[in-house]
C-alpha cells in the first residue's frame, strides 16, 4: 500500500534540492526553525514603524525618542532613594500617587524598572524624566522575543520534528505582528509615562518567567530553573499580581515533580523549583513590608489621594477598606470582553473607544473608569485562537505533550485576574491579559495548522487568508485607539490630530463640531466645541470628572486645541541678589481678584501660590511644588507661562519643557495683569525684578475658523 506524503514535506523537500549548497539546510528541523524565526522577525518588524511613531511622535510634528508625559520620574525618583540606601521618596514629589507611611512617602510602583535605570544614573542625572520611552521600547522588544520563543518552545511540545510549511510559518509571522501591534501594547507605547511601562515590563517579565518554567516541565535543568527563578524574581519586582501567578505556577510545578507526574528521576526538582517560585515572592514581601508595613497588598487609605478625594474614600468604605473585590466582575468583564466595546464610523480614525468611561454593573462602587476599548474588539485574532488553545490545552488526549501547558497557562489566567479584581477600568489594563492570551493563541494556532497539514493547498491558503485579515484589522484596530485623544496631550498633538481628521474622514467633520458659548462639563470622546467667536477651540476625552469636583469645575473634560493670544502670560523673574535675601512673598500676576503669588519656602527654594481662586476644593492643589534658586541663577531670567482660559476656568503655570507647575480652577474672565517691577534709573535692584514678556508662539485660531465656517 502506498504512504501518503504530506505536503510539508514535499516543500522541504523541494526547498533541498533548489537551494544553493552554502544556504541549504542540513535537516528539516534546521529548515523550520529557520522559517518560523523569519516569520516571527518579518512579524515584528511590520509593525515598528507604527510602534515608534506612536511613541516618537504621536501628532507632535517631530520625533523625539525621549519623549514622555507626567508623571514620567517616578522610577529616577525611586532609585535614587535606593543608591542613597533608602527607599522612600522626597516628600511631595509624587504629588497624589504617595502613600504615605511612618512620616515618608512611598511609591507603590515596583522596583524593578528603577533597578535597570540604576547603571545610567551613576553615570548622568541629564536623562531624569526621560527614561520611560526607551524603557518601554526595550520591554517591547523583549516582549517580541519571549512571545517568539514561546511559541517556538509550544510547536516543539505539540508537533515535535513536523516540518514547519510555508504558510504555516506566515501565519506565526501574522500572529507576531497581531501580539506586538494589533494589541495593547501599542497603546502602551502612545503615552510614555510610568503607568503604561508597569504594564509594558510586566508582559514580557510574565511570558518570559513562564517560558521559562514550561522549559523546566519540559526537561528540567539547573539553567533552567535559575532561569525560571530570576525571570520571576523580576516579575514580581515589577507588578505584583502577574507576578504572584507565575510564583504560584512555580509551586504547582515543584507539586508536579514531588508527586512524580514528571517521572521518578525528576522528583529531585521539586525543592529547587519550589525555591524558584518561593524566594521572589518572600523578597517582593520584604519590598512591601519596608514600604508599608504589610507583606501583601496596599493601605489604600494611606495613598495621598485618598485625602483630598471623597469618591475614592466613598468607593473604599463602600468595598470594605479594600480595591478589590469579586462584586467588580460583571463590570470588568463586560468592559473588557464585550462585543459591541468599540466605535465605528466615518470620521478619522474610524475605529475609536466608547464614547463614554465604562459603567459600573450590578450595584457595584467602583473607583475610577474610562473609556475603554474592548479586547474582543480590538484583538480578536488573539481572542479567538486563544479559546481554541485553552480549549487544546485542557482537552483529554491532547496532541504532543500540550498537556506541559496547562500550568502556564492557569498561572497566565491567574496573572489576569488581578485586573479583572481590581475596581478601576482603563485601556492600559488589558496588559495584563496579554501573556495568557500570547500562549494560548500560540497553543490554538499550531493546532489549526496540525488539522490543516493534509488539507487542499487551496484550504490552507483560505486559512492564512482569514488569519492575516483578521491580523491586518488587529494591527489597524490599535493603531486607531492608540492615536485617539488622551487626556495627557498638548494643544500641538490636538491640533493635528483634528486637521487630520479634517484631510482623512469620509464622513463631515462639521457634524462633530459644537459650538457655544458655554463649555459643558462632559461630552462624548472626540467631541469638538468651539467656543462662541473662536476664543477657544476643545476636543473631548470622553473621560467624566464627575468624582473629582476641583477637575470637573475647571471642564477637565476637555482637552485646549486652540486658545487667543490674550489667555497667556510669559512672565520672567530675575534674582538679583541671594534667594536668603527673599523673605515676603511677592505678587507675579493678577486675575480679577486672584494673585499668583511667589514666596519663599525654606532652604533655598521658593515656590509658587495661586491665592483667591474662587473655590476651597485642595484638589487640584493651588500650590507648585518647591524649586531652588542656586547662586549660579542669580541675574539669570527665569520664566514661566501662565495661561488663564476663562472658557475653561483654569489657571496653568507652565514651568520649562512643558512641565506643568499649577493647574488649578480661577473664577471670573480677568483680566490678566502681570506686575511688573518698576526700576528707576540709577536706583538699587529689589530681590527680584519681575517682567511681562512677549509670548514666544502665538495662536491664529485658523483651525477654529475653519471648524466654525464649514459648521
Known amino acids: 500500500m502506498a504512504t501518503a506524503v504530506t505536503e510539508p514535506d514535499l516543500l522541504a523537500v523541494d526547498d533541498l534540492l533548489t537551494e544553493p549548497e552554502e544556504t541549504r539546510p542540513r535537516s528539516p528541523e534546521e529548515l523550520s526553525r529557520r522559517r518560523f524565526v523569519v516569520s516571527a522577525i518579518v512579524g515584528t518588524a511590520v509593525v515598528l514603524p507604527m510602534f515608534l511613531w506612536l511613541q516618537w511622535d504621536l501628532w507632535s510634528g517631530s520625533l523625539n525618542p525621549l519623549r514622555a508625559v507626567p508623571y514620567d520620574n517616578f522610577y529616577e525618583l525611586q532609585a535614587r532613594a535606593l543608591l542613597h540606601g533608602h527607599i522612600y521618596l522626597p516628600n511631595g ?85 497581531t501580539i506586538m501591534g494589533g494589541s495593547v501594547l501599542l497603546y502602551l507605547a502612545a503615552t510614555p509615562f510610568i503607568y503604561s511601562e508597569d504594564f509594558a515590563w510586566s508582559v514580557p517579565l510574565t511570558v518570559g518567567s513562564l517560558f521559562a518554567l514550561l522549559g523546566v ?171 481554541w488553545g485553552a ?34 477600568i482603563s485601556q492600559r489594563y488589558l496588559g495584563d491579559l496579554m501573556p495568557f492570551f500570547i500562549i494560548a493563541a500560540g497553543i490554538g494556532l499550531i493546532d489549526v495548522w496540525r488539522r490543516l497539514e493534509t488539507r487542499p493547498r487551496r484550504i490552507r491558503g483560505l486559512a492564512f487568508g482569514a488569519i492575516a485579515t483578521i491580523g491586518v484589522y488587529c494591527v489597524a484596530a490599535n493603531v486607531a485607539i492608540a492615536a485617539f485623544p488622551v487626556a495627557q496631550w498638548t494643544p500641538a498633538q490636538s491640533a493635528r490630530y483634528i486637521s487630520a481628521e479634517q484631510s482623512l474622514s469620509i464622513d463631515s467633520l462639521a457634524d462633530n463640531v459644537r459650538h457655544g458659548s458655554t463649555l459643558p462639563y462632559w461630552a462624548p470622546a472626540g467631541q469638538i466645541f468651539a467656543m462662541n467667536n473662536c476664543s477657544g477651540l476643545y476636543l473631548s476625552t470622553g473621560n467624566s470628572m464627575v468624582d473629582v469636583p476641583g477637575q470637573q469645575i475647571q471642564h477637565y473634560t476637555w ?78 531670567r527665569l520664566q514661566v507661562v501662565v495661561t488663564t482660559d476663562p472658557n475653561l476656568n483654569a489657571l496653568v503655570v507652565g514651568w520649562y519643557d512643558d512641565e506643568t507647575m499649577i493647574n488649578h480652577y480661577v473664577a471670573g474672565d480677568g483680566p490678566a495683569v502681570v506686575k511688573t517691577t518698576p526700576v528707576s534709573p540709577g536706583s538699587s535692584l529689589p530681590v527680584v525684578t519681575v517682567t511681562d514678556l512677549p509670548n514666544a508662539t502665538s495662536a491664529p485660531m485658523t483651525l477654529c475658523r475653519s471648524l466654525s465656517q464649514n459648521g
Open 559 to 636: 482637552l485646549p486645541v486652540q486658545q487667543s493670544d490674550a489667555f497667556t502670560r510669559t512672565i520672567g523673574f530675575t534674582f538679583n541678589r541671594p534667594v536668603s535675601d527673599f523673605t515676603r512673598p511677592l505678587t507675579l500676576m493678577t486675575y480679577g481678584k486672584s494673585r499668583l503669588v511667589m514666596e519663599p519656602a525654606g532652604n533655598g527654594y521658593v515656590r509658587l501660590h495661586l491665592y483667591n481662586s474662587g473655590t476651597t476644593i485642595k484638589w487640584p492643589s493651588a500650590i507648585g511644588w518647591r524649586f531652588p534658586v542656586a547662586a549660579s541663577l542669580v541675574h539669570v
Open 217 to 387: 516541565l519540559e526537561r528540567p535543568s539547573r539553567g533552567r530553573v535559575v532561569a525560571s527563578g530570576v525571570l520571576i524574581l523580576c516579575a514580581n519586582l515589577d507588578r505584583s499580581p502577574p507576578g504572584w501567578a507565575c510564583s504560584i505556577a512555580a509551586l504547582v510545578i515543584a507539586g508536579w515533580f514531588a508527586l512524580g507526574r514528571g517521572g521518578t528521576s525528576n522528583r529531585r526538582w521539586a525543592l529547587p523549583v519550589a525555591a524558584a517560585g518561593i524566594v521572589p515572592f518572600l523578597l517582593s514581601c520584604v519590598v512591601t513590608y519596608a514600604k508599608f508595613g504589610i507583606p501583601v497588598g496596599l493601605p489604600m487609605a494611606e495613598q495621598v489621594w485618598a485625602t483630598v478625594n471623597a469618591h475614592r474614600r466613598y468607593f473604599l468604605a463602600a468595598n470594605g477598606g479594600k480595591a478589590f473585590s469579586f462584586g467588580f466582575l460583571p463590570s470588568t468583564l463586560t468592559a473588557y470582553f464585550q462585543p459591541f466595546g468599540i466605535r465605528i464610523g466615518g470620521l478619522f480614525p474610524f475605529v475609536t473607544p466608547p464614547g463614554a468611561p465604562a459603567p459600573w454593573l450590578a450595584g457595584a462602587v467602583l473607583d475610577q473608569t474610562y473609556p475603554t476599548a474592548s479586547f474582543t474588539d480590538t484583538s480578536p485574532l488573539l481572542l479567538l485562537l486563544g479559546c
Open 93 to 177: 514629589k509624587m504629588g497624589i500617587e504617595a502613600f504615605v507611611h511612618n512620616g515618608h512617602d512611598y511609591t507603590y510602583f515596583g522596583l524593578f524598572p528603577s533597578l535597570i535605570r540604576i547603571p545610567i544614573l551613576l553615570v548622568t542625572s541629564r536623562l531624569d524624566g526621560q527614561m520611560t520611552a526607551p524603557s518601554i521600547l526595550v520591554a517591547w522588544l523583549l516582549a517580541a522575543l519571549f512571545s517568539a520563543l514561546m511559541l517556538w518552545r509550544l510547536r516543539i511540545l505539540m508537533r515535535g520534528e513536523a516540518v514547519v510549511g510555508r504558510a504555516e510559518a506566515a501565519s506565526y509571522g501574522a500572529l507576531m505582528a
Open 391 to 424: 480549549v487544546t490545552a485542557f482537552r483529554p488526549r491532547g496532541i504532543g505533550r500540550v498537556y506541559l501547558t496547562r500550568i502556564v497557562l492557569l498561572g497566565a489566567a491567574a496573572g489576569a485576574g488581578g485586573v479583572l479584581l481590581w475596581g478601576y
